[in-house]
């Protein structure tokens, strides 16, 4: 059974910084990509940064050099840097670990506010 526990998320201002965690455990086998996705109020999931295996990233447009990916591999632990957040990255952001298949965390709120 593989777990992702998320933490990290809040209230923040706009202009202002938050850093969201993904811890992965159980019984975990070649990990091809961990990363987040997120999901406005009435809007679709939608993915935010994804980090593979080789170290390579993608990123939405949306948070393009506003936002960081990074991973400690031996923790199984992927985090988010959020910098300069505005109204529009509200949302709850979801954890996935693409391995065999593809695992969800439970999901941490972010709110932006003015």
């Known amino acids: 059974q593989v777990q992702l526990v998320e933490s990290g998320g809040g209230l923040v201002q706009t202009g202002g910084s938050l850093r969201l965690s993904c811890a992965a455990s159980g019984s975990i086998s070649s990990i091809n990509a961990m990363g987040w996705y997120r999901q406005a109020p009435g809007k679709a999931r939608e993915l935010v940064a994804v980090?593979?295996?080789?170290?390579?990233?993608k990123y939405a447009d949306s948070v393009k050099g506003r936002f960081t990916i990074s991973r400690d591999n031996a923790k199984n632990t992927v985090y988010l840097q959020m910098n300069s957040v505005n109204d529009e990255d509200t949302g709850v952001y979801y954890c996935i670990l693409k391995w065999v298949r593809d695992s969800w965390g439970q999901g941490t709120q972010v709110t932006v506010s003015s």
């Open positions: 980090m593979f295996s080789g170290g390579s990233t």
